[in-house]
């Protein structure tokens, strides 16, 4: 099955990748400068201000639109080479190669300790493993495909009552598939921050959701088709919502509107709930049809070129920001107990901005660099 002949379709994607690593540029400097209030998950909506949690929800918007869009790219790819074994060898090396990333540069980005003492096992991590998943299923009937990513992301919810003997091999096996926790191998403490079962169902269902890419739909088809997907998987957000038995963790009514509000979209993302998935990928896919209609806005392009490159700009906005942090905290000390933070959410929003605007630059060139010299092939994991 090939895929339609539509560079214009392929920028969509790229601009909705972008959209959601300046989303979480937004949510990382919230990490960086903003931990004098940190949040929870979920969060604790009485002691947490409404920016303040509106902002870390829409950043919440960002893992599982990056990896279904990894999921789709993946079936892009295929539909290139129409090859299973090309596709699976490219989805192997890819997912070593970020799960390497997470363990050296991207943990050291965070920690700034060598040798490193802690490692967090975070979104690159989960991303890598998945890309190892969907290589030993890509050859899978579509049938089956899809209904292992509605099996994984509607029923994992039931497994959160099980847990394993502590310091068993079937709990480390947990912890990284589905509980959140601590590990420890050679004296190192590894995090699992993003349990992986979750996110395999989602890059399976991206996989999937590719086939609407084919030559097979036109684009007003393919469009149609996700909007009703989108509007599906909304909608029964809203009604599994509303009946508060499964999905989540219950949310309550408040006698302030506001409260009633952000308890409702309150959502877990250590390990994705189900409403947590459900809203996202809605979200995401209405976004993503949406972009295809506004390809000749003028703000439309950077959003492309942020896409483009997005392992360069993950790596450069981390250490950008552990750079920024280290000179505030020699020129203005320690000004919130541990931590040196801004005092409010609007100046978190305005950091992101002039961050975004500062760093453009660079991943323009890169991505620039990156088109013109295909043959490295090393480029293309970035």
């Not at 090859?83 to 991207?106: D, Y």
């Not at 920001?321 to 320690?334: F, R, S």
Request: proline share 4%.
């Amino acid at each position: 099955m090939r895929v339609e002949k539509n560079t214009q379709r392929l920028q969509s994607i790229d601009a909705l990748r972008g959209l959601v690593i300046l989303i979480m540029l937004l949510d990382h400097v919230r990490e960086t400068f903003y931990l004098h209030k940190q949040v929870s998950d979920p969060m604790d909506i009485v002691m947490t201000e409404p920016a303040l949690f509106g902002s870390r929800l829409l950043a919440h918007l960002c893992a599982p639109v990056f990896v279904l869009l990894t999921g789709i790219s993946a079936f892009l790819f295929y539909s290139k080479t129409q090859s299973v074994q090309q596709t699976r060898t490219f989805l192997f090396k890819r997912g070593l190669f970020l799960i390497g990333l997470e363990l050296t540069l991207v943990n050291f980005a965070w920690t700034a300790t060598f040798p490193p003492e802690v490692i967090y096992l975070q979104v690159i991590w989960a991303i890598g493993v998945s890309m190892l998943a969907l290589a030993a299923c890509i050859s899978l009937p579509l049938p089956i495909i899809v209904l292992s990513a509605c099996a994984i992301i509607f029923g994992h919810n039931l497994l959160d009552s099980v847990h394993f003997a502590e310091g068993s091999w079937m709990q480390t096996l947990w912890l990284i598939l589905h509980e959140r926790g601590w590990m420890e191998f050679s004296g190192i403490k590894l995090r699992s921050s993003y349990p992986v079962l979750p996110w395999i169902g989602v890059i399976l269902l991206g996989f999937a959701l590719g086939h609407f890419f084919s030559q097979k739909y036109t684009a007003k088809q393919r469009n149609t088709y996700l909007v009703s997907i989108a509007m599906f998987s909304i909608g029964l957000f809203i009604v599994l919502r509303l009946i508060n038995i499964y999905g989540d963790q219950p949310w309550q009514h408040f006698d302030a509107f506001s409260l009633s509000l952000m308890s409702f979209f309150n959502l877990t993302k250590y390990p994705p709930s189900l409403l947590f998935i459900l809203w996202n990928v809605g979200v995401g896919l209405i976004i993503l049809v949406l972009f295809e209609r506004w390809q000749q806005q003028q703000w439309f392009r950077p959003l492309v070129v942020f896409g483009s490159v997005p392992m360069f700009f993950y790596l450069l906005h981390l250490y950008v920001l552990k750079l920024l942090y280290v000179l505030a905290v020699n020129i203005w000390g320690l000004n919130h107990g541990h931590y040196f933070s801004v005092d409010h959410v609007w100046m978190m929003w305005l950091m992101s901005i002039a961050l975004s605007f500062a760093l453009y630059p660079a991943v323009q060139w890169f991505s620039n660099f990156k088109h013109q010299n295909k043959q490295i092939s090393i480029l293309k994991y970035f």
